[in-house]
């Protein structure tokens, strides 16, 4: 099992930006495919981002064109770029392994709002 730690998160003006990131010890982001997932209040868990070992990247149509999945060169952090944000990207943010579920993190909270 791995240990994820999500970071980042905070208050937003609709309109904004912030990035979030999320560590991992060792390589594990290099082997396996990556996810970045959010949880709104009252709604379930959704898969909202996600990278190939390869490189591919994949959005859920809520958040196309506005975010953004990345990971650094070293492979130990992993990155989500949220442009745009609207009051309804109001949620905590996880990471995992999609293919490969790790326990879950505490996530960080994104609120955006005026």
């Known amino acids: 099992q791995v240990q994820l730690v999500e970071s980042g998160g905070g208050l937003v003006q609709p309109g904004g930006s912030l990035r979030l990131s999320c560590a991992a010890p060792?390589?594990?982001?290099?082997?396996?495919?990556i996810g970045w997932y959010r949880q709104a209040p009252g709604k379930q868990r959704e898969l909202i981002a996600r990278m190939s070992v390869g490189g591919r990247t994949t959005y859920a149509d809520s958040v196309k064109d506005r975010f953004t999945i990345s990971r650094d060169n070293g492979q130990k952090t992993v990155y989500l770029k949220m442009n745009s944000l609207k009051p309804e990207d109001t949620a905590i943010y996880y990471c995992?392994?999609?293919?490969?579920?790790?326990?879950w993190g505490q996530g960080t909270q994104v609120t955006v709002s005026s």
């Open positions: 060792g390589n594990i982001f290099s082997r396996y495919v």
């Open positions: 995992n392994l999609p293919l490969y579920r790790q326990p």
